[in-house]
């Protein structure tokens, strides 16, 4: 059952409408992450779904019921802000129960639930301490807590890890996936961190200027991009985008130079992108098309990012870590048909 | 070798070590800063030195210049502690200002947070409404208080030596640009949370602004135990007058009994000295914040 459905979502301010048409269904138990660059609507979604912005048109329905005019405390969620906002006047004990003050359980109850989230969150040896004495992955534990002690039906999590450095960044990211695999809560996450979306997501939602481009899991967006955009957005390094025209036979000749076989029939005559993970480009590839020379080289250890000049701009290729070519150095390189991808040039859209 | 020995010095870390912590500078612009401080210091503390000094003078020395009374006496202390009316002024004086500074700061921060937190249409209006009337002179708005008061009856009363204080453009104007601090994410949070607007500002917003609060209700506290020109007007008998309107009237047409004035001076300033020590660290941080927000 869909646990959050939005229909047609439209946000305006004043005359600029900044969210086209959002619709979305996600499911009951569903991590479900919002990703994009800036200013693509993911907070403003986020944020229209807990009732911090009002919406233009549109409805946002919670657990079967359309929860546009409630207040946020009325709408059954909890939020994870991007700067935790824990009270730094309050114990971790009354920071995390502060969600319930609302709430009409007994006393003895609303403990009760404070000390389960704190012990299932490695927290209970620090519920009589102030935010300030704690790490930066405490306090978002203490924001995690606060959010969970509620029970809510979605939980909200506005790019909560940005705040954090990148070994904390990892070590929360897993926390939070296991937490979600434990507890089973509806989760919609924001992030503009693509491996944040495609480590912990069971389905990314990719925005940009305000429409959704692609929802999908994590493979689907990876191997299956429904554009130039997505392509190039998920994935580091980006996606390579090679133009060309399609020819008669399955043939694509490359604006590098070239011809490539792609064994499947296209629209003759049509401008083409073709797009090329970094990952997928080889150096010694049997039908290798693409010819270069070398102007840098990032060494990863395992393997050796290679920046190839060709004829139509750099493309980037992955060579072998212990023997990758020296710097100004030709080489060719190729992919496998099927790793290749297909846009069309005008509309920027996949060709299947 | 001593791990130690390895970790170099900075030079200034040097000339520590080798002069000690206590020697004094050698530095001229430093010579030049301490002895502007200590005439700025000396310029501060003559005028009290000056009362406590007075205070303690017979009524035939107060017009000597002499800093320390020939025949120092506590008689004056005597006198004023032993005259009932000074204990109804001080208890004035502790009402008005007690009551008014929790007005005030009650009242400032809610309007601050207010005009800081919430997007309503009039609302750069008002808050340019508010900052106006800094503008305007105390001297300039005592006629128009005073007919006011005459009209409802509040001549001679508590309430009519404090209405004009109960709210404070200042207090509105600080307060507000302390709330600019406060993320929105506490108050959003709050909001999901279960809190209604007043409990957010009351919960959430008011401790996070402490320092501002205390601040805020020490300038209000100073400023309405040391008001002097509009208690004169509103006030008609002896047993209303505030602190400093009451040390006014001692003495007689012919003389001012200077010496009672900074008996009565000298004791008023206690309870200052006491709010300003306990809360010294508060304001200090609050001034410095209100400059660098503002």
Redesign the interface.
């Known amino acids: 059952m869909a646990n959050l459905v939005l229909r047609d979502l439209v946000k305006s301010y004043d005359k600029t409408e900044v969210l086209h048409s959002i619709s979305l269904a996600v499911e009951d138990g569903e991590f479900v992450v919002f990703v994009g660059p800036s200013g693509c609507g993911k907070s403003t979604t986020l944020r229209l779904i807990a009732g911090l912005e009002e919406v233009t048109s549109g409805t946002i329905e919670i657990a079967g019921r359309v929860v546009n005019n409630l207040e946020p405390k009325d709408r059954d969620i909890a939020m994870v802000f991007q700067n935790y906002a824990i009270y730094p006047h309050m114990t971790v004990r009354k920071n995390i129960g502060f969600g319930l003050r609302s709430s009409k359980a007994p006393k003895a109850e609303k403990h009760k639930r404070i000390e389960s989230v704190a012990e299932l969150l490695g927290m209970t040896a620090y519920l009589d301490r102030k935010p300030s004495q704690l790490s930066g992955g405490q306090r978002q534990r203490v924001a995690i807590g606060r959010a969970m002690v509620r029970d809510p039906a979605v939980f909200l999590f506005d790019e909560p890890l940005s705040n954090l450095d990148a070994q904390l960044r990892t070590q929360m990211r897993l926390e939070i996936k296991k937490l979600h695999q434990r507890v089973g809560s509806t989760i919609v996450f924001v992030t503009h961190d693509q491996v944040e979306a495609m480590t912990m997501a069971d389905r990314i939602v990719i925005m940009k200027d305000g429409h959704i481009q692609q929802v999908g899991t994590p493979a689907e967006v990876y191997h299956q991009p429904a554009n130039t955009f997505v392509a190039r957005f998920i994935g580091a390094p980006a996606m390579n985008m090679i133009p060309g025209v399609a020819r008669p036979g399955g043939g694509v000749a490359l604006s590098t130079g070239g011809t490539l076989d792609l064994g499947r029939a296209l629209p003759e005559g049509r401008d083409i992108i073709l797009g090329i993970r970094p990952e997928d480009l080889h150096t010694g590839h049997d039908t290798a098309v693409i010819e270069g020379a070398v102007n840098l080289r990032e060494p990863l250890g395992h393997e050796t990012l290679i920046y190839v000049e060709t004829a139509n701009g750099d493309v980037i290729a992955k060579a072998d870590g212990r023997t990758p070519p020296e710097v100004g150095e030709v080489v060719h390189l190729g992919a496998a048909p099927e790793n290749i991808h297909v846009f069309d040039a005008a509309t920027g859209e996949a060709l299947r | 070798m001593a791990v130690t020995d390895e970790i170099a010095i900075k030079p200034s870390s040097e000339a520590l070590l080798r002069d000690g912590p206590g020697k004094p500078p050698r530095n001229m612009g430093q010579i030049l800063r301490f002895l502007l401080l200590f005439a700025g210091g000396v310029l501060m503390v003559m005028p009290i030195a000056f009362m406590i000094s007075t205070s303690l003078k017979w009524p035939h020395e107060v017009y000597n210049l002499n800093f320390i009374p020939e025949e120092p006496t506590l008689e004056n202390y005597t006198y004023v502690l032993e005259d009932g009316r000074f204990y109804w002024w001080f208890l004035n004086s502790i009402v008005i200002a007690v009551i008014t500074t929790i007005s005030s700061v009650l009242f400032d921060s809610l309007v601050g947070y207010t005009l800081c937190k919430f997007r309503f249409p009039g609302r750069y209006i008002v808050f340019i409404a508010i900052l106006s009337t800094l503008m305007i002179p105390t001297e300039m708005l005592v006629i128009p208080w005073y007919l006011m008061s005459q009209q409802f009856g509040w001549l001679d009363t508590y309430w009519g030596i404090m209405f004009p204080g109960l709210m404070t453009a200042f207090g509105t104007f600080l307060m507000k640009q302390f709330f600019e601090t406060v993320?929105d994410?506490?108050i959003?949070?709050?909001?999901?949370?279960?809190?209604n607007e007043l409990q957010i500002w009351w919960t959430?917003a008011m401790?996070?602004v402490?320092p501002a609060l205390a601040a805020l209700a020490i300038f209000v506290f100073l400023g309405n135990w040391t008001a002097f020109i509009w208690p004169l007007i509103v006030t008609n008998s002896v047993e209303m007058y505030t602190l400093p309107v009451g040390l006014s009237s001692f003495g007689d047409e012919a003389d001012v009994a200077w010496e009672l004035i900074m008996t009565g001076a000298a004791i008023s300033t206690i309870p200052t000295l006491i709010v300003f020590l306990i809360f010294q660290r508060f304001i200090i941080r609050g001034v410095v914040m209100a400059g660098l927000k503002g």
């Open positions: 993320p994410d506490f959003e949070a709050a909001r999901i949370d279960g809190l959430v401790p996070l402490r």
